[in-house]
C-alpha cells in the first residue's frame, strides 16, 4: 500500500477536475478537437459531424487536377487501374471424359437451350483488386502468421530471469573468481578494489566521448532507429475478434451435380453350398419409413467363368460397363430406416420357386461326395434350363443389410471390421455375430431416435459375411410386402427367423467412397475423371431416386426413364396364360423394326438391348413383377415415341410343336400427351390382339373399334414410369410458359398446348397468363430449371417480343414473378444462405451463369474476346424487337458485331423481308439493368415489398448487367460521366432514396429486413463506385446519411447508428477505398516546408495559436475541407468523434463497434501491397490525421492501463522486480533481506522515492472518470490505430501540427503517449521447462525459511525508535510464530498484500496450467516473439513522435514544461519492460536530449534525475551486455554533463548513491557482478576520456565507483550470511555508516 501513496504523492495537487476544465476550454469544450481554436480563420459555413458535407466531385475534380507524378505508386492511387475490371468466360469443370449431350444433336429449341445452360461457360466479372479490400482480405489468422515471418527476437531481461541454474552459475563463477576476497580482511576497501580491478567491462560505445553537433547526432540517432523496422504495425496487433465482419463477401459456389453422402460397395464372392448353375444378383436401397426405392439397381455377376457358359448361347460378348462388382451409392437423407435389400434370380426353369430351392436348403457342401449322383442330375437338368429358357429369369431368394447398424458398428470397432451378418435361432435379435446382443440392442434404439446419427462420412470400412438369404415366395414380390418383411426384420421376434433359410456366403466390403475414385461410370455410362484405362473393370455410380425433394439446379444432361411393372391380373383372360412374362420395348414407330436399342443392360452383357424381359413366376396367371427397366430416352421425342408391352406365356417342357414363348397379350404408354411426357402411375387395359394401325399415338383406355380385350377393357396391368430428366420439367405450368417462349422462337402458329390450340392474336394474353402462374409451380422444378428459367425471364425483358406486328412489353410481368420466385426460394430454403440473407443459389446463378443475351440473332455464341465458346446468348430469336428507347440509343452502337453483346449493330445485314424484321431493324434492344431499376422504382404494393424483401438479389443482377453492358460495348474506358443516361441515373436515385426511407422508418418494427436492406444497399454503392459516375455515387451516399441522421438524431436510437456503421463499414470495404479518398488532393502542404519557416513565425508567440498554415489545421481537423476531399475517411472519422463523444452517452455500447471500423480499414491498409512504399503510405496516413485530435479528446475515457500495472503487483517498481510472469514487488519484499522501508532509512530518505513511476496520467484518476471508460480492448485498438498514424504520417507534416498546438494540446499529446507505454508492455514470456521451474521453486521457498527471524530481528534494530511500531512488529511475530504456516512476512500490512497477491499468483498460476495445457510451447515461444516485437515498435513509435516533439519545442519559449513531459515518458519507458533493442535507442534520445537541455535535468526536473539515476542503475545491472553498455554510457555521460555545469556532480552522486541502495533492497533477482561489470565500464569511460583529464573529475568518478562497489560487496556478504545474526548485524551497521559517509562527502 506504501508504493501506491507514494505514487499518489507523485501527483501535483492541480485537481484533475480543474484540469479538465482547463483543458475544455482551451479545446472548445466540444466533441471535435479544436473546434473554436481557428475560429477566426473559418468561415461561416461549418456543417456539424452529425451531418454529411457536400461531396468532391470525383470526376471533376480529376480532369480539372491532372496527376503531378507520371508513373510510379504514386501515381497509381490517383485513380483507378485501367484493368481494374474484367469479364472472363471459363469453360465450366466437367465431371466426366466426354461431355454429356444428346447423341441425336440438338432438334429441338428446348432441348437446344437446355444443353447449351448445361454446357456453355461461366460469365464471371471478375473485379481484380476486389480481394484487396476489407470485404475479402480479412486479418486472419493465417494471414497474420505469413506476415510475421521473418521476425527477430527480441531480447528483453524479463524472460532471461528466472532461469536459476544460470543464475547460480554465474554466483559460483563469482565466487572462484573472487577468491581474494577470504584471503584479505573481510570486506576490506582494498578488497573491494581488487575484485572492481579484476572485472571485465562491457564494450564501450564508439564515438561517445566525440564532441559532435547535436543536429549530427540527432541524425545518426534517427538513422539508427529507423533501420530494419517492421514494416506492419498491424502484422504484430493480434486481429479484432469478430465473429464475422459484416463486409464480408464470400465467392459463392459453382454450381455442380448434387450427391449425398457416399458410400463404396464392392460385391467380393457369392458361395451356395451346392454350385449347379448360375445366379444373378442385384443390390438397392430402401427406406422402410418413406415406403420408397431411394436407388437404382446395381445388378452384378458373382458366378464363375465355367458356370457362366452355361449361358453360352443367349448371351453376346458381355460389355465391360456390365462387369462391374462394386458401385457408389448416393444418399441424401441418410436415416435409421435405410435397409441395402440384395435379390437373387436364376434361369427360369419347371417348377415353383420353393421347389427350386429345396436342393440349396437340403445339401450340404460336406456332403458333396456322398450325393454326388444327385448333384450330377441337378446340373444336367440346369444346363438344359440353361439352353432353352437362358433368356428368362425367376425369383430366386433375398436378404437385406440394415445400413446404419454396419456404419455404427464399423463406427464403434477398432481396426477394419469384419461383420457376420446371421439370423439364427440363438440370437436375440438380427444383429452382427462379432458383438454381444447388447451392441444389437443399441442399434435397435437406436434405429428408432430419427436422423441425429446418421452420417456416413467417417466410418471405418467394414467386411460383411452373410449367410443368411430367404427364399422369394412367389406371391409377396411387391414392394409393400418388402416394406413388411424389412419393418419386420428391425423387431427382435422377427417372423423372417422362424422360416428357413438358404445358407449362402456373400461377402461385401462397404466404406465410404474416395473422393474421386478411379475408373467409374456415371449412370449414363460416361467415364468419370480419372479414367485412365479403358480395359479394367469400373466401378458404377448408382443413381439415387432421394427420398425427400431436392433443390439443386440442373447442371448436366440427362435424360432416363425408368419402367417398373407391378402387377397383372389375367384371372378372367380365358386360355392358357400361367408362366407369364412381358417384353418390355421403346418404340419411335409401329413396325416391329421401330424398337430402339436404348434399354440399359442388367449384368455380364451388352451395354444395351432392344427389348427386356421381367422375371417368370411358376403358374401364375396374376403375377407381381419386381423388374426395373432402364431406359435411355432420345433428346427429342416425337407423337410416335412409345413403350411397348408385349405379354408371352412360357412354355417349360419342351413338347413337340409348342412354340418356346406364345403372345397373350399387349398394351403400350404413348410417350407424350399433348407435348408433355407421361410418367406416373398407370393401370392399362390389355388387348388380345396386336393393336392396329397408327395405335401409337392414342392411349389404349381409348376403346378402338374391332378389338379384344382381357376383361371387357378393364385395367389389368400396373406399372410405373419414373422419368430423372434434365430436358422434361415434369411440371405443366414451366413445360408451358418454356412452350409459349419457344413457339415465339419457332415463329409457328397456332401453337398447341394441352387441349388448347392458341392462335397468334392471343398469344399475349396466354403468354402473359403463363408467366403469372409459374407462382403456382412446384418448388423442385423451378430450382431444377432455375437457370433457364430466369434466362428466359431476362431475355423477355430485354427483348420484347413481336407479336402480330406489335411490340408486347413483357418487363412488368417478368420483374413480378423474379420477385416471387426469389422469395419463394428464400423463404423455403433458408438452410442455403450467408450471412447476408443471400440464397447460395441465386447467388451463385448472378455470379457464374447471369449474362446480357446476345443480341445479334444471327450469331447466338459470337466469339468474343478469344474465349473459346463466347459467352453464348440465353437462346436468341428472331422474332424478338430489340430496342425499345430508340430516343436514348448510345452514340457506340456501331461497333463490330463479334463484339456487340449488349447493343447490337441494328442495320442487320440482309434485305427486311416481313414487316417483323423491318420493326426490328428500326429499333434496338433495351437494356436490363436499365429496365430493371424502371420496373423497380414503379412497383407498388407487394411487388415492391417482394423486391425489398430481396433487394441483393436484384441489386446484384443490375450491377452485373452494367458491367457486361460496358465490358462488351468496349465502355470501360470511356468517361464515367457520359457512360448512362440521365434517365437511369434518375432511377437509380429514387431507388436509393426510397429504400433508405424505407431503413429509416420499419427499423423498429422488422429490424431482420432493414439490416438486409441495409447490407444490400451497402454493397450496391460499393459496386456502383467501380463503374459508375463517384461523386454520383458520393451524393448517393450523402442521400443516404441525410436520411439517416434526421432519424438518428430525432430518436437517439443507437440501433440506426449501428446500421449506418455498417453500411459504411461496408461501402468503405472497396478495394479503391484509399483513391476514393483523392489522397493526392491540394489539402496537403507545399511539397517540403522548410521547418525554419514555422520556427521562425513560432518563436515569436512561443506556440501561434493563430494558425500560420490553413492546410495544415484542414488536416488535422474534421474540417470541412478535409470531409469533402477526403469524403470517405471524412465520414469514418466523423462518426468516431461523435459516438466516442462523452456526452453522447446513448452511443456508449458503440465504441467497439465504431474502433473495428477504424482498425479494420488501417489494418488493411498496412498490409495492402500497393501501399507499401513509405511516401505512398504518407499518403494513405494523411487521410487520417485527424484521428489523433480524435484520440487525445477520448484521453479522460481511455482505459487506465498505468493502474492495471500497478494492480498486476508492479506496485510502481522497478523493471528488474519481475518474476513468473508479471513480477510483484511485494513478493520481492517478502522473499528479500531488506524491504524498502528499511532500505530507505537506511539511506536516510523517507519512502517518498523515485522508485514510484512518475504518473502525468492524473486525468484518469479513478473516482473522478468522466462519463463511461472505454473497455480495455476497445482502448488497446484506439491506440494502435494513433501508434500508425504516427509511424506513417509524414514528419514534416506532424512536426508544422506540434507548432500549432498549445502548451496544454502538446501535453495532452504526451499523456497520450505515456499511456501507450504501458499500454503496450511487454508481459514477461516465460517458458518454463519443468526442471528449472522447480529449482526455482525451491530456491524461494529456502529463503523464506531461514530469513524469517533475522528478517524480524533486523526490522527491530533499525526501526526501533518507536514504540507502536515495535510493538505492532512484535506482535506480528507472535502471530506468525503462532501461525501454523510459519511464514515469514514482517506486518500486518504486509500480511493484507500478501494474501491478495499470493491468491493472484495462485490463480494466474492455475490459469497459466490450464492455458498452457492447451497451447504447445512452439505457440506461446511464437506469441512471445509477436508481442516482443509489437511492444518494441510500439516504444520506437513513441520515440519517433517525441524526437519529433522536441525539434519542434526546441526552439520556443514554453519549451520546460513540454520537455518535463518528455522526459516522464521516457522515464516511464524505461521503467517498463523494454526489449535491449528498444532501450539502446531509448538512451541514445536521452543522452541527446540531456545534452542538448542539461539544465532541464539539474536545476528543473529534479526528481526526474533521481528518477533517471535509478533506471540507468537498473539498467546497469542487467543481464544482457547491450542494455549494459548503453545504460553505462548514459551514466557516464550524466556525471560528465553534470560535472561541467558546475565542476561537481553532487547532484548526480547522491542520487545513485540512493539509488543503489533502494536497489540493492527491492530487486529480487539483483546480481551484482553485472553491476560490478558496468562499474568497470564507467571507470574505463573515465580513464580514456583525455579532454577531462586534467580535472578532478575522473578522481571523482573513482570516489564514487569505488563507494557503489563498497555498498555492493556489503550486500554480498549479507546475503551469504544470512544464517549468522550476529555478523548480520556487523555488517549493517558498516554498510549503514558507509552510506552516511558518502552522503555527507555528496552535501
Known amino acids: 500500500m506504501a508504493e501506491r501513496r507514494a505514487f499518489a504523492q507523485k501527483i501535483s495537487r492541480t485537481v484533475a477536475a480543474e484540469v479538465r476544465k482547463q483543458i475544455a476550454g482551451q479545446y472548445g469544450g466540444s466533441p471535435q478537437l479544436f473546434k473554436n481554436l481557428n475560429a477566426g480563420t473559418l468561415t461561416s459555413n461549418t456543417v456539424p459531424l452529425t451531418e454529411a458535407v457536400e461531396p468532391v466531385d470525383f470526376e471533376e475534380y480529376l480532369i480539372t487536377h491532372p496527376p503531378i507524378v507520371e508513373s510510379g505508386p504514386l501515381r497509381d492511387l490517383i485513380e483507378f487501374p485501367p484493368d481494374d475490371i474484367e469479364v472472363i468466360y471459363t469453360p465450366r469443370e466437367c465431371r466426366t471424359v466426354v461431355q454429356a449431350i444428346p447423341e441425336e444433336g440438338d432438334t429441338d429449341p428446348h432441348v437446344r437451350d437446355c444443353v447449351r445452360s448445361y454446357t456453355e461457360d461461366w460469365a464471371i466479372v471478375n473485379r481484380k483488386y476486389h480481394k484487396l479490400g476489407t470485404g475479402f482480405n480479412p486479418n486472419s489468422l493465417d494471414k497474420q502468421k505469413e506476415r510475421q515471418k521473418g521476425l527477430p527476437k527480441q531480447v528483453f531481461e524479463a524472460d532471461e530471469l528466472p532461469d536459476s541454474s544460470g543464475y547460480q552459475d554465474d554466483q559460483d563463477d563469482l565466487k572462484r573468481r573472487s577468491m581474494s576476497i577470504d584471503d584479505t580482511p573481510r570486506g576490506s576497501w582494498a578488497c573491494s578494489i581488487f575484485d572492481l580491478k579484476n572485472s571485465l567491462p562491457d564494450s564501450l560505445l564508439p564515438h561517445l566521448l566525440d564532441r559532435a553537433p547535436n543536429e549530427e547526432i540527432d541524425r545518426h540517432n534517427e538513422d539508427q532507429r529507423k533501420t530494419n523496422r517492421h514494416r506492419e504495425l498491424f502484422a504484430l496487433h493480434p486481429a479484432l475478434d469478430e465473429e464475422d465482419p459484416i463486409e464480408r463477401h464470400c465467392v459463392p459456389d459453382v454450381p455442380k451435380e448434387h450427391f449425398g453422402q457416399r458410400l463404396l460397395v464392392k460385391c467380393l464372392s457369392l458361395k451356395f453350398e451346392i454350385e449347379i448353375e448360375p445366379i444373378f444378383a442385384s443390390l438397392a436401397l430402401y427406406d422402410v419409413k418413406e415406403k420408397k426405392k431411394i436407388s437404382e439397381n446395381f445388378f452384378f455377376d458373382l458366378n464363375s467363368e465355367q458356370t457362366k457358359a452355361m449361358l453360352r448361347p443367349h448371351i453376346q460378348t458381355a460389355a465391360i460397363s456390365t462387369l462391374a462388382r462394386s458401385a457408389i451409392f448416393s444418399i441424401t437423407y441418410p436415416s435409421q430406416d435405410v435397409f441395402l435389400v440384395i435379390k437373387l434370380e436364376k434361369v427360369l426353369q419347371q417348377g415353383d420357386i420353393g421347389e427350386c430351392a429345396e436342393p440349396y436348403m437340403v445339401f450340404k457342401e460336406s456332403d458333396a461326395n456322398k450325393n454326388k449322383e444327385k448333384l450330377e442330375k441337378l446340373r444336367s437338368q440346369s444346363e438344359q434350363f440353361c439352353q432353352r429358357l437362358g433368356r428368362y429369369r425367376m425369383p430366386f431368394a433375398w436378404t437385406a443389410i440394415h445400413l446404419m447398424n454396419i456404419v455404427n458398428s464399423a463406427g464403434s470397432l477398432e481396426r477394419d471390421t469384419e461383420l457376420e451378418m446371421s439370423l439364427s435361432e440363438r440370437k436375440g435379435s438380427w444383429s452382427e455375430r462379432r458383438n454381444s446382443s447388447i451392441m444389437g440392442r443399441r442399434s435397435l434404439e437406436r434405429t428408432t431416435s430419427g436422423d441425429e446419427s446418421c452420417s456416413l462420412t467417417g466410418f471405418r470400412p467394414a467386411t460383411l459375411t452373410i449367410t443368411n438369404f430367404f427364399k422369394q415366395e412367389g406371391d409377396r414380390l411387391s414392394d409393400e410386402d418388402l416394406y413388411k418383411f424389412l419393418a419386420d426384420m428391425r423387431r427382435p421376434s422377427s417372423v423372417l427367423r422362424r422360416l428357413r433359410p438358404i445358407t449362402a456366403q456373400l461377402k461385401l466390403d462397404i466404406s465410404p467412397a474416395p473422393e474421386n475414385p478411379h475408373y467409374c461410370l456415371t449412370p449414363d455410362l460416361l467415364q468419370v475423371k480419372p479414367y485412365p484405362d479403358s480395359r479394367v473393370r469400373p466401378t458404377r455410380d448408382i443413381l439415387e431416386f432421394p427420398a425427400r425433394d431436392v433443390y439443386v439446379p440442373n447442371t448436366t444432361y440427362r435424360n432416363l426413364l425408368y419402367v417398373n411393372p407391378q402387377s397383372l391380373n389375367f384371372a378372367n383372360r380365358q386360355g392358357s396364360a400361367r408362366n407369364i412374362t412381358v417384353k418390355v420395348q421403346f418404340m419411335n414407330g409401329e413396325d416391329p423394326n421401330n424398337a430402339m436399342q436404348v434399354i440399359f443392360g442388367k449384368s455380364s452383357c451388352a451395354d444395351f438391348y432392344k427389348e427386356a424381359y421381367t422375371s417368370v413366376v411358376y403358374h401364375n396367371r396374376s403375377p407381381d413383377f419386381h423388374d426395373e427397366i432402364k431406359i435411355k430416352l432420345p433428346a427429342s421425342l416425337s407423337d410416335h415415341h412409345h413403350i411397348l408391352f408385349t405379354f408371352y406365356h412360357v412354355s417349360c417342357q419342351q413338347k413337340q410343336n409348342t412354340l418356346l414363348e406364345t403372345p397373350v397379350g399387349y398394351t403400350w404408354i404413348p410417350m407424350l400427351q399433348n407435348g408433355r411426357l407421361r410418367t406416373g402411375h398407370f393401370c392399362l387395359p390389355v388387348s388380345l390382339e396386336k393393336p392396329p394401325q397408327s395405335y401409337s399415338v392414342l392411349s389404349p383406355d381409348v376403346p378402338l373399334p374391332g378389338m379384344k380385350w382381357v376383361d371387357n377393357h378393364r385395367g389389368v396391368f400396373n406399372v410405373e414410369v419414373v422419368a430423372v430428366s434434365t430436358i422434361h420439367t415434369q411440371d405443366q405450368y414451366l413445360d408451358k410458359f418454356f412452350a409459349l417462349v419457344h413457339a415465339l422462337d419457332e415463329h409457328m402458329f397456332p401453337v398447341r398446348i394441352g387441349d388448347m390450340r392458341i392462335m397468334e392474336n392471343n398469344l399475349e394474353t396466354e403468354l402473359k397468363s403463363s408467366i403469372a402462374a409459374l407462382n403456382s409451380s412446384q418448388l423442385e422444378p423451378v430450382v431444377r430449371f432455375l437457370h433457364l428459367l430466369l434466362d428466359k425471364l431476362v431475355l423477355l425483358v430485354v427483348r420484347p417480343p413481336v407479336i402480330a406486328g406489335q411490340i408486347v412489353n413483357l418487363g412488368q410481368s417478368s420483374f413480378e414473378v423474379m420477385a416471387a420466385i426469389v422469395n419463394r426460394l428464400h423463404k423455403y430454403l433458408d438452410t442455403s444462405q450467408d450471412m447476408h440473407g443471400r440464397n447460395s443459389l441465386l447467388s451463385s446463378y448472378i455470379h457464374y451463369v447471369f449474362r446480357l443475351p446476345s443480341t445479334d440473332p444471327n450469331s447466338p455464341s459470337p466469339d468474343v474476346k478469344s474465349t473459346s465458346t463466347g459467352p453464348g446468348g440465353l437462346g436468341g430469336s428472331v422474332h424478338y424487337a430489340t430496342m425499345a428507347r430508340s430516343a436514348v440509343r448510345p452514340a457506340s452502337l456501331n461497333l463490330n458485331r463479334s463484339r456487340s453483346l449488349s447493343n447490337s449493330n441494328p442495320d442487320i445485314s440482309g434485305t427486311p423481308t416481313s414487316p417483323d424484321d423491318e420493326v426490328r431493324a428500326i429499333i434496338g434492344s433495351k437494356l436490363f439493368h436499365e429496365e430493371l431499376a424502371l420496373q423497380w422504382v414503379v412497383s407498388s404494393g407487394s411487388v415492391r415489398e417482394g423486391a425489398l424483401q430481396q433487394a441483393w438479389f436484384f441489386f446484384e443482377l443490375m450491377v452485373k448487367s452494367i458491367i457486361h453492358h460496358l465490358y462488351f460495348a468496349e465502355r470501360l474506358e470511356s468517361p464515367r460521366k457520359n457512360r448512362f443516361p440521365e434517365r437511369f441515373m434518375d432511377d437509380i436515385t429514387a431507388l436509393v432514396s426510397t429504400i433508405a426511407g424505407d431503413i429509416v422508418s420499419r ?471 523494454q526489449s535491449a533493442l528498444y532501450l539502446q535507442h531509448c538512451f541514445a534520445t536521452q543522452r541527446a536530449l540531456v545534452s542538448k537541455f542539461p539544465e532541464l535535468l539539474f536545476e528543473e526536473e529534479t526528481e526526474q534525475c533521481a528518477d533517471l539515476c535509478l533506471r540507468l542503475l537498473r539498467s546497469c545491472s542487467s543481464s544482457i551486455s547491450t542494455i549494459r553498455a548503453h545504460a553505462s554510457a548514459s551514466l557516464y555521460l550524466l556525471m560528465r554533463q553534470n560535472f561541467e555545469i558546475g565542476n561537481n556532480f553532487a547532484r548526480v552522486k547522491m542520487q545513485v548513491t540512493m539509488s543503489l541502495s533502494s536497489l540493492v533492497g527491492t530487486s529480487q533477482n539483483f546480481n551484482e557482478e553485472f553491476l560490478r561489470r558496468s562499474l568497470k565500464t564507467i571507470l574505463t569511460y573515465a580513464e580514456e576520456d583525455l579532454e577531462l583529464r586534467e580535472t578532478t573529475f575522473p578522481d571523482q568518478v573513482q570516489d564514487l565507483v569505488f563507494n557503489l562497489h563498497m555498498i555492493l560487496s556489503d550486500t554480498v556478504k549479507m546475503k551469504e550470511h544470512q544464517e549468522d545474526p550476529e555478523m548480520l548485524i556487523d555488517l549493517m551497521y558498516r554498510y549503514c555508516t558507509k552510506l552516511m559517509n558518502v552522503q555527507e562527502n555528496q552535501f
Not at 1092 to 1105: D, E, P, R
Not at 1401 to 1417: A, G, P, Y
Request: a neutral charge.
Open 1003 to 1473: 427499423f423498429q418494427k422488422d429490424l431482420e429486413l432493414v439490416e438486409r436492406l441495409n447490407t444490400s444497399l451497402a454493397f450496391f454503392l460499393n459496386d456502383l463506385l467501380s463503374v459508375m459516375d463517384r461523386g454520383f455515387v458520393f451524393t448517393l451516399i450523402k442521400a443516404y446519411w441525410k436520411q439517416v441522421s434526421t432519424k438518428v438524431y430525432a430518436l437517439q436510437n443507437p440501433t440506426l447508428e449501428s446500421l449506418r456503421l455498417d453500411f459504411l463499414r461496408i461501402v468503405c470495404s472497396h478495394e479503391h477505398y484509399v483513391t476514393l479518398n483523392l489522397p493526392c488532393s491540394l489539402l496537403t502542404p507545399p511539397a517540403s516546408p522548410s521547418p525554419s519557416v514555422s520556427s521562425a513565425t513560432s518563436q515569436s508567440s512561443g506556440f501561434s495559436t493563430h494558425v500560420q498554415d490553413q492546410k495544415i489545421a484542414n488536416m488535422f481537423e474534421l474540417s470541412v475541407p478535409f470531409r469533402e476531399q477526403h469524403f470517405m475517411a471524412g465520414l469514418v472519422l466523423s462518426e468516431l468523434s461523435v459516438i466516442l463523444d462523452p456526452d453522447n452517452e446513448g452511443m456508449f455500447g458503440l465504441h467497439k463497434k465504431v474502433v473495428s471500423v477504424v482498425h479494420n480499414l488501417l489494418s488493411s491498409h498496412d498490409s495492402d501491397p500497393r501501399y507499401a512504399d513509405s511516401e505512398v503510405k504518407a499518403r494513405v496516413a494523411m487521410l487520417y490525421l485527424p484521428l489523433i485530435g480524435i484520440v487525445m479528446e477520448t484521453l479522460p475515457q481511455l482505459h487506465d492501463f498505468t493502474e492495471s500495472l500497478n494492480q498486476w503487483g508492479r506496485s510502481g517498481g522497478v523493471q528488474g522486480t519481475t518474476v513468473c510472469s508479471n513480477g510483484d514487488d511485494a513478493e520481492a519484499e517478502g522473499n528479500n533481506m531488506i524491504n524498502q522501508t528499511v532500505a530507505m532509512a537506511i539511506a536516510g530518505t523517507t519512502t517518498t522515492s523515485p522508485m514510484s513511476r512518475p504518473s502525468s496520467f492524473l486525468l484518469n484518476s479513478q473516482a473522478n472518470r468522466q462519463h463511461g471508460s472505454f473497455s480495455a480492448e476497445s482502448s488497446r485498438s484506439l491506440l494502435i490505430c494513433l501508434l500508425w498514424v504516427l509511424k506513417n504520417a509524414d514528419e514534416l507534416v506532424l512536426q508544422k501540427w506540434f507548432t500549432d498546438l498549445s502548451v496544454s494540446q502538446l501535453n495532452r499529446l504526451l499523456d497520450l503517449l505515456y499511456l501507450c507505454v504501458s499500454c503496450f508492455e511487454y508481459k514477461a514470456h516465460v517458458v518454463f521447462t519443468m526442471q528449472g521451474k522447480k529449482a526455482f521453486e525451491r530456491m524461494n521457498s529456502l529463503t523464506f525459511k531461514k530469513s524469517k527471524d533475522m528478517k524480524a530481528k533486523l526490522e527491530e534494530a533499525i526501526l526501533g525508535s518507536i514504540g507502536a511500531r515495535q510493538e505492532m512488529v512484535r506482535r506480528s511475530r507472535g502471530q506468525l510464530e503462532r501461525s501454523p504456516s510459519g511464514s515469514a512476512f514482517g506486518s500486518q500490512e504486509n500480511l493484507r498484500w500478501r494474501k491478495d497477491m499470493t491468491h493472484w499468483r495462485q490463480n494466474s498460476e492455475r490459469l497459466d496450467k490450464s492455458h498452457r495445457s492447451h497451447r504447445t510451447r512452439a505457440e506461446l515461444e511464437h506469441e512471445a516473439l509477436i508481442d516482443g516485437n509489437l511492444a518494441t515498435e510500439a516504444n520506437l513509435i513513441i520515440l519517433d513522435t517525441l524526437e519529433i516533439i522536441v525539434q519542434t519545442v526546441s526552439v520556443t519559449e514554453s519549451k520546460e514544461s513540454i520537455l518535463g513531459g518528455v522526459l516522464k515518458v521516457l522515464l516511464h519507458s524505461m521503467a517498463c519492460n
